[in-house]
Structure formats: structure tokens, C-alpha cells
């Protein structure tokens, strides 16, 4: 997957969005939150992760703990080659970074966004 792919499939997820920041960044949000960012080449992509995620990928062949974010005791994961994630592990781990932050949003913020 490339750059442009990868940023069609984070549009294809439910009322996502899409600005370009920090650089250059192409940055993915629901309800105003953060679920991805994506840049390079070589592409780099960054997303949340779970707690147990965290833990496996965080020393896996490919990914790191996202930079700012980790240092900080934020559980989100850089994806920096496909030697740990192929596209479809990739594709799955934004599938529930979207679906982590959506979660996280007000009730009343998902229902106003039909999620």
C-alpha cells in the first residue's frame, strides 16, 4: 500500500476526516479526534492502539512507538515498514484506531455524527 491508498481507505471509514498538518501530514479524524497520520516517503503511518496492541507491536520488525505520543504514556504505534504489518494488518489496526477514538467520543458526538 502506498501513500495515496492508504489514504483512501481512512476516507472510506465512517465520517472521517482529513487535513493536512504538522509538516506536511496527511492527519485522519472522526468527531474531531485523531486516528491516523500518514507521511514519507518512505510512508510512515501512525494510529492508536489498544493496551495488548501496544505491547506486541511496540518491539515488532516495522513499528515503534510513535514518536511525542509514547513518550508520553499514549498508546499509539508508528508503522515504519510492512515487516510486522503487511496492508491488511495495516488496513485492520486503522479500521480499530477509528473505531478507538470514535469510542472514546461524547454519546451525544456520535449520535450527531450517526455512529
Same mark, same amino acid.
Given at each position: 500500500?502506498?501513500?495515496?491508498?492508504?489514504?483512501?481507505?481512512?476516507?472510506?471509514?465512517?465520517?472521517?476526516?482529513?487535513?493536512?498538518?504538522?509538516?506536511?501530514?496527511?492527519?485522519?479524524?472522526?468527531?474531531?479526534?485523531?486516528?491516523?497520520?500518514?507521511?514519507?516517503?518512505?510512508? =510512515?503511518?501512525?494510529?492508536?492502539?489498544?493496551?495488548?496492541?501496544? %505491547?506486541? !507491536?511496540? /518491539? #515488532?520488525?516495522?513499528?515503534?512507538?510513535?514518536?511525542?505520543?509514547?513518550? =508520553?504514556?499514549?498508546?499509539?504505534?508508528?508503522?515504519?515498514?510492512? %515487516?510486522? !504489518?503487511? /496492508? #491488511?494488518?495495516?488496513?485492520?489496526?486503522?479500521?480499530?484506531?477509528?473505531?478507538?477514538?470514535?469510542?472514546?467520543?461524547?454519546?451525544?458526538?456520535?449520535?450527531? !455524527?450517526?455512529?
Amino acid at each position: 500500500m502506498d501513500i495515496a491508498e492508504c489514504n483512501a481507505f481512512c476516507a472510506g471509514l465512517p465520517r472521517a476526516t482529513h487535513v493536512v498538518q504538522w509538516g506536511g501530514a496527511d492527519v485522519w479524524k472522526v468527531g474531531g479526534k485523531l486516528f491516523a497520520a500518514i507521511w514519507g516517503p518512505p510512508m =510512515r503511518v501512525t494510529f492508536k492502539v489498544s493496551p495488548m496492541a501496544y %505491547e506486541i !507491536l511496540s /518491539d #515488532a520488525p516495522g513499528c515503534i512507538p510513535a514518536p511525542y505520543m509514547a513518550s =508520553r504514556g499514549i498508546k499509539w504505534i508508528q508503522r515504519i515498514g510492512p %515487516e510486522t !504489518l503487511d /496492508d #491488511a494488518g495495516l488496513r485492520d489496526h486503522l479500521t480499530e484506531s477509528h473505531r478507538l477514538v470514535t469510542a472514546g467520543l461524547t454519546k451525544k458526538l456520535r449520535a450527531e !455524527l450517526g455512529l
